[in-house]
């Protein structure tokens, strides 16, 4: 069965204070990766897409990484304004044109 | 660019009553829609596939019959609750493509909170 799977739920951190998410996957077959980030009361927010193991990509403080079994969102010196719920989604293989998406990690930074 | 405007943002009806949400491109032209639906503090579920000119495609267990899709140009999709009932309370969300791929990402409105009292 198809599974995508984040980690920690929630997260908080100091303004400044570097650290990754992490999505994890099992799935048949994987065409792209997506990350979000979604604020309260909003919809998500498209932020990267990743096709293949070993691909990054960078927007100011943020970072994606994949492999064959997980990506990662590193954020370097988050600033309180980074807080938000980050969603990653997938897109499978025999799966149409849908987005299969994790349950998001909660993001807080203290000032 | 890839706008999508979602209509109203929030509503409140009573138990029993129809709620109309509706769901436009305002950049692009979209031949399909998706509507999500998403609880509290839990991810986005796929409701249905919103194709322009034909039916849509309902996901295992959402009821045709109670969320009414109608997709009826190129840049309207539109979702109908129909005998709302407080379980149907939700946060409903529509999204689309602004180009032909699966691997093209999905841009969201910003979403209808709904409320059945």
């Known amino acids: 069965e198809d599974q995508v799977t984040q980690s920690p739920e929630a997260l908080r951190l100091q303004e400044g204070e570097s650290s990754s998410l992490n999505c994890s996957y099992t799935v048949s077959g994987l065409r792209g990766l997506f990350w979000y980030r979604q604020d309260p009361g909003k919809g998500p927010e498209f932020l990267f897409t990743?096709?293949?193991a070993g691909e990054e990509k960078e927007k100011e403080r943020l970072k994606a990484t994949l492999t064959k079994k997980e990506s990662f969102l590193h954020i370097t010196a988050p600033k309180p304004e980074d807080s938000a719920t980050y969603l990653c989604?997938?897109?499978?293989?025999?799966?149409?044109?849908?987005?299969?998406f994790g349950k998001g990690i909660t993001l807080s930074v203290r000032p | 660019g890839a706008v999508v405007s979602q209509h109203p943002s929030r509503v409140i009806c009573k138990s029993g009553t129809s709620v109309k949400i509706e769901c436009r491109s305002l950049?692009?032209?979209?031949?399909?829609m998706f509507w999500y639906r998403q609880f509290p503090k839990q991810s986005l579920m796929l409701m249905a596939t919103s194709n322009e000119g034909s039916k849509a495609t309902y996901e295992q267990g959402v009821e045709k019959d109670k969320f009414l899709i109608n997709h009826a140009s190129l840049t309207l999709s539109t979702l109908t609750v129909t005998s709302a009932h407080p379980e149907d309370s939700s946060f409903y969300i529509c999204?689309?493509?602004?180009?032909?791929?699966?691997?093209?990402?999905?841009?969201f409105g910003n979403g209808t909170r709904l409320t059945v009292t």
């Open positions: 999204s689309a493509r602004d180009r032909p791929g699966y691997n093209s990402p999905l841009h």
């Open positions: 990743l096709y293949s």
């Open positions: 950049d692009f032209q979209a031949t399909t």
């Open positions: 989604a997938l897109s499978i293989t025999g799966a149409n044109s849908k987005l299969t």
